[in-house]
């Protein structure tokens, strides 16, 4: 009997070590995964930044609402801003709703049903736009929710090719979670709250200052996060 409980001592000994290896050797292949990440998320900010034909695009949405005031569900665009990262030129092109009655979410945004009127709608603009962006290589923070909200109301493939600054930063940042806009800025030192970017034009700024910074491979300059604005960080932009 002794014997035996030796045996399984010596055997629950060897897969304690086996099991140890293999979480050496899982860290081991993280961090060279990681590393990897940081590197190809550099080198990608540094080919963009520099490219004549890169563009960081915001397009700023509101909710679609019915005349009695019910949410119809989705989103739709009410403003498409661009600027050019090679020489900071700025496009803008306002949009009045092509679905919704009123014009949700200004403290994002900063937009009224009252500044859009007499805007045109986004059927009537699209040649505009379409020239602007063809041929661009085009990011946006959040493109996965900037390409649903544009497609709500226009069927057009001129963003499923745009890159995404959100998932960049990500896996830059190893956060595949709760990675909001004003953390992002709180790593890289810029001091500024989401409540100071409802302008898109203040936010496109402060995006091409996040592309220098990680194509200057810009490592976090702060662990502290910035809650203090709620739900404004449940917001894409």
Not at 50 to 73: D, F, M, N, W
Request: aromatic fraction near 8%.
């Amino acid at each position: 009997m002794d014997s035996v409980l030796r045996d399984i001592d010596r055997e629950q000994l060897k897969m304690r070590g086996d099991v140890d290896n293999l979480y050496r050797h899982y860290e081991k292949l993280a961090g060279f995964v990681y590393q990897h990440l940081e590197q190809a998320t550099i080198e990608w900010a540094r080919l963009v930044v520099s490219h004549p034909k890169a563009v960081l695009l915001v397009v700023e949405t509101t909710h679609i609402v019915g005349k009695h005031g019910y949410s119809l569900g989705g989103s739709e665009p009410i403003r498409l801003t661009t600027l050019s990262l090679a020489n900071g030129e700025i496009w803008d092109q306002l949009l009045s709703p092509s679905l919704s009655e009123s014009v949700q979410g200004v403290e994002y945004h900063g937009l009224t049903r009252a500044s859009l009127t007499g805007q045109p709608t986004i059927n009537q603009a699209w040649p505009d736009i379409a020239e602007v962006l063809d041929g661009c290589h085009i990011i946006i923070f959040n493109a996965d929710y900037a390409r649903s909200a544009l497609q709500t109301v226009y069927q057009t493939h001129m963003l499923d090719d745009a890159y995404c600054l959100h998932n960049k930063c990500k896996e830059y940042y190893r956060e595949f979670y709760e990675l909001s806009l004003e953390k992002v800025l709180s790593y890289q030192g810029i001091d500024k709250k989401r409540d100071e970017l409802t302008d898109s034009h203040d936010r496109l700024l402060v995006l091409q200052q996040v592309m220098n910074n990680l194509a200057a491979g810009m490592t976090k300059q702060t662990f502290e996060t910035l809650d203090s604005l709620g739900d404004l960080e449940d917001h894409p932009f």
